[in-house]
């Protein structure tokens, strides 16, 4: 069952395929692919399979998909061997530069990264 929202949504159309993705990882609640514009060696981003527009929308009962993305994050950066640093970001709205109303985590690395953000 698909929403308005949600049809017309492009992560949404990424995680069915229907727009083409370099794929890094996958579970039965997250989708995580390459970034089309990368802002770091690594810039991964990680998705819930779900319609979700952004963190703000979110309630008490998504805690636990919000960290299984957070986990998810964890291990994409160890299959990355990021192990000297990361940086995970979720912009929300706005003011916190978000593009696509899909909430997604950016995973960034293999550089090192200022502070602070823009
Ligand atoms: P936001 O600004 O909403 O936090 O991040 C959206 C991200 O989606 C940006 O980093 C942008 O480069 C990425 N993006 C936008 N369109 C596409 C696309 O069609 N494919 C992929 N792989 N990434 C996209
Ligand atoms: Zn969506």
Known sequence: MYTV???S???CKIVEGSIPSTAVF???RVYAFADINPQAPVHV???PR???ASLDE?????RALLG???GAAAEIARTKKLGKGYRVVVNIGPDGGQTVDHLHLHLLGG????????
Request: charge should be negative; proline fraction near 6%; include cysteine.
């Open 5 to 7: 929202e949600a049809m």
């Open 9 to 11: 949504c492009l992560f």
């Open 26 to 28: 996958q579970d039965d």
């Open 45 to 47: 981003l990680i998705v």
């Open 50 to 52: 779900e319609h979700i």
């Open 58 to 62: 979110t309630d008490a009962s998504q």
């Open 68 to 70: 299984h993305l957070l």
């Open 111 to 118: 550089r090192a990264m200022t502070w602070p953000p823009g």
